[in-house]
């Protein structure tokens, strides 16, 4: 039986892109920049503030596509803890049950050499008995 799961690698890939996102970072950097160095170009400010624009609404899609993805590896963590914990029990009830047969086999072995013995001994009573009743 496999994990009820798959692999939550991707997933958490999937999360580390987002948040290595250093676009307005960079954007920002570049306004900052432009305006100290007091070689103001403003229609170069004004391309950037629309990059900055692109670059706030794809921060929100990524933290949502983040957030989205958390909990689904949430969830996948949650059902595979609770498939985890249904395998432990079931492996419990397993060593429950081999144990009793073990010692049902114990419990057999020992009544098994008890017949046996007491079989030995009728052998030797009834060999015995042949050697009064011949003399």
């Not at 170069?44 to 929100?60: P, Q, S, T």
Request: hydrophobic share 30%.
């Amino acid at each position: 039986m496999s994990a009820p799961v798959g692999n939550t690698c991707p997933k958490i890939d999937d999360i580390i892109n987002c948040l290595d996102c250093d676009t307005v970072d960079d954007i920002t950097n570049s306004l900052v920049e432009m305006i100290d160095s007091e070689n103001v170009d403003l229609n170069l400010i004004k391309d950037l503030i629309d990059d900055l624009r692109i670059a706030v609404n794809d921060d929100r899609f990524n933290r949502e596509i983040a957030s989205s993805t958390m909990e689904d590896i949430r969830s996948d963590n949650s059902e595979l803890r609770s498939w985890g914990y249904e395998q432990e029990e079931r492996a419990d009830e397993l060593e429950n049950d081999l144990e009793k047969v073990n010692n049902h086999l114990d419990d057999t072995e020992s009544q098994l050499e008890l017949v046996n013995s007491e079989n030995h001994d009728l052998k030797c009573e009834n060999e015995e008995l042949r050697n009064i009743t011949c003399v």
